[in-house]
């Protein structure tokens, strides 16, 4: 077999560990022995290798997606994991980018018939969201360092006045209350199918803890417009933000600013808004 480019050998390594291609050539590509190897073959060394390059990346997502874990069992689990990874195989130089497209995948590959938001179907991929939200929000850059608290009222009076969505807040609407799937996974125990229930929620992180808020719908779309009316380090308008969330949830505009009034403290102490 003729010599292989670099990153033409990496990519048949890969498909080679993760069972996606013949191993073609294999002796040519495979030579010499390993200290210690025992006189195993190029097929054989190849399979262990292969063998422990997939058990990395399942303990990687087990590590990562807990709550997922804990409702569908070890066994369950490794056969989910098992197919992301041969159909999504990993291309990001660090396993943080490993569980990325994990929800995505278990919602592609639901049941055909069974795919309403309430059906039984729709609870893995909705714990792959929660726990992927968890594990970037624990990464992201938050707002521990921010200085001084908010006024709400000052803010609410002022025209113009700018806040942001921090980098470390994820915002999800499940189709379950996920406060008791959490409490029963951070007490070690398996979890039941919970109750099928619209719960809109922020994953949000505060003197360095991420924790997950059931929201009101107001508040949820209020955190969604302030992400999207400007945005970005400048912040965005609070007053043009309650107005979408009043029109998105069909509340009175001035109501939904009189609630913030009230809500911003707590919000920014949840790490949920940050000064612009």
Do not use: K
């Not at 970037?136 to 009076?157: I, N, T, W």
């Not at 997950?212 to 949820?220: E, F, K, N, Q, Y």
């Not at 400007?230 to 505009?253: F, M, N, P, W």
């Amino acid at each position: 077999m003729a010599e292989l480019a670099l990153a033409d050998l990496q990519r048949w390594m890969q498909g080679a560990i993760l069972g996606r291609a013949a191993p073609n050539g294999l002796d040519a590509i495979i030579v010499g022995e390993a200290p210690g190897g025992g006189g195993l073959t190029a097929a054989q060394r190849l399979a262990l290798y292969a063998r422990g390059y997939r058990a990395r990346l399942m303990e990687c997502l087990s590590a990562e997606f807990p709550c997922l874990r804990a409702l569908a069992g070890e066994q369950v689990f490794e056969l989910f994991a098992a197919g992301y990874i041969a159909d999504r195989p990993p291309t990001d130089p660090s396993l943080y980018g490993l569980g990325a497209g994990f929800a995505d995948y278990l919602e592609a590959t639901r049941p055909a018939g069974d795919d309403g938001p309430g059906a039984l179907s729709a609870i893995p991929a909705d714990l792959a969201r929660l726990d992927r939200a968890r594990a970037e929000v624990q990464r992201a850059v938050g707002v521990e360092r921010q200085a001084g608290p908010l006024v709400a009222a000052d803010l609410m009076l002022t025209p113009g006045a700018r806040l942001r969505r921090p980098d470390s807040v994820r915002l999800l609407t499940l189709g379950f209350d996920p406060g008791p799937v959490l409490a029963a996974v951070d007490q070690g125990g398996p979890i039941d199918p919970p109750p099928s229930c619209s719960t809109p929620v922020a994953v949000a992180r505060s003197r360095w803890r991420v924790a997950v808020h059931v929201l009101p719908s107001w508040r949820h779309a209020w955190l969604e417009a302030l992400g999207s009316v400007g945005g970005g380090e400048e912040g965005a308008d609070v007053h043009a933000a309650a107005a979408r969330a009043a029109q998105a949830t069909g509340r009175e505009t001035g109501a939904v600013i009189a609630d913030l009034t009230l809500w911003l403290p707590l919000a920014a102490a949840q790490g949920l808004v940050a000064a612009s």
